[in-house]
Structures are given as C-alpha cells and as structure tokens.
T-cell receptor, first 114, second 112 residues
Framework: GAVVSQHPSWVICKSGTSVKIECRSL??????MFWYRQFPKQSLMLMAT?????????EQGVEKDKFLINHASLTLSTLTVTSAHPEDSSFYIC??????????FGPGTRLLVL | QQQVKQSPQSLIVQKGGISIINCAYE??????FPWYQQFPGKGPALLIA???DVSEKKEGRFTISFNKSAKQFSLHIMDSQPGDSATYFC???????????WGAGTKLIIKP
C-alpha cells in the first residue's frame, strides 16, 4: 500500500523557536498533501491543503504566518511552526492524496513546546 | 450540512463479539465513505471504504453497511479481538474531492 512518512516523530522545543516537520510520500507522487492537527481524544482538524508548486490553502482560523507550509516536490511537504508557544503543542499529522483513491496518512509528529 | 455524525463516542465489546459503529450524514453529494483506524500516538490508517453504488462491502472481519436513503453507514467488526482496540473514525468526501469530512471518533475497547 501507499506509504507516507513523517519526520521527526516527536520533538521538544523551547518557546519562541521554530520547528520543521517533513512529510514524504515514499512510493507514490502526491500532487496534494494535507496537514492536520489533533488534540487528545478529538478528531482530526484540517489545517491546510498543500498543492505541489503552489501556495497552501489554509482553513479558517489557522494562521498562515505561523504555520508555514511548503510543497516543493511531488513527494515532500514541510510544515514549519514558527515562534512556537506552549499552545502549539499538539499531534501533527500529514496525509498525501493518491489520485482517484484516498488520503494516506503519516504516523504523526508529537510537538511539545516548553 | 457538511457534518458527519458518529456514534457511539465509546464502546466496550467482549472478545469474539460484534462491534458496531454508526455514522450519519446530510450532504447527498458525498460519494466516498472511508473508515480509519487509529492507535494511540499513530496516524490514522485506512481500514475500508465504500461508495454509494453498493449497500455493503466486506473485507475480512470488517464490513461497511451503507443505507443511501437513510444517509447512514456503519462499520461492523466481527469476532472482535483485543488488537482491534483503537479509535475509529468515519469520514466522507464528495465528487471524488479529496477533502475528508470527519466524524468525531469512537474509542473501541475489546475486553479479553
């Protein structure tokens, strides 16, 4: 099946620093990738839709200057949390869309901001 | 109209029993209904999916039942095993649009 990886799997950082999370589709090309945030015991909340070679589309309420998304190739999208604060601590999950099929999800990245 | 309502919020089933999770939707434009399984600290994994042209789809112990007129679909897990203990999410999308509308999730616990 289609495999999506994320790196790192967990990260701890100090408040005010920036953190980059990578999402890769390992065995297929994904023109579209998605970034989600998940709080404990809650469903996935879509943050943004990322299309290769173009600007990401952010959901209402998501600060695009804080959550920078780059989709430079058909297999790689990155999410950078800029000037992270404790309230940004969460589980971040990416997915890659395989055309005419569905989204395949990465294993997630646990971010803890101290 | 974009919502997908999922129930129950949590479910405890004895080993060997049948686990049933239900979802309901309003938007008749939805044409793809997947179920995802998520273990703690992991991303969701596609379990099984159905399109509205069939009323049932079975893969191993997992079955989706789909009722188009009632705008409901459900996941049945037969012979439930402790390894099935996870959170299950239903979702829906429309016109093969990749964007998924998610249910709230069901935490399933299978008691040995």
């Amino acid at each position: 099946g289609a495999v999506v990886s994320q790196h790192p799997s967990w990260v701890i950082c100090k408040s005010g620093t920036s953190v980059k999370i990578e999402c890769r589709s390992l065995d297929f090309q994904a023109t579209t990738m998605f970034w989600y945030r998940q709080f404990p015991k809650q469903s996935l909340m879509l943050m943004a839709t990322s299309n290769e070679g173009s600007k990401a589309t952010y959901e209402q309420g998501v600060e695009k200057d804080k959550f920078l998304i780059n989709h430079a190739s058909l297999t790689l999208s990155t999410l950078t949390v800029t000037s992270a604060h404790p309230e940004d601590s969460s589980f971040y999950i990416c997915s890659a869309y395989l055309a005419l099929e569905t989204q395949y999800f990465g294993p997630g990245t646990r971010l803890l901001v101290l | 109209q974009q919502q997908v309502k999922q129930s129950p919020q949590s479910l405890i089933v004895q080993k060997g029993g049948i686990s049933i999770i239900n979802c309901a939707y309003e938007n008749t434009a939805f044409d793809y209904f997947p179920w995802y399984q998520q273990f703690p600290g992991k991303g969701p994994a596609l379990l099984i999916a159905i399109r509205p042209d069939v009323s049932e789809k079975k893969e191993g112990r997992f079955t989706i039942s789909f009722n188009k007129s009632a705008k409901q679909f459900s996941l049945h897990i037969m012979d439930s095993q402790p390894g099935d203990s996870a959170t299950y999410f239903c979702a829906a999308s429309m016109n093969s649009n990749y964007q998924l509308i998610w249910g709230a999730g069901t935490k399933l616990i299978i008691k040995p």
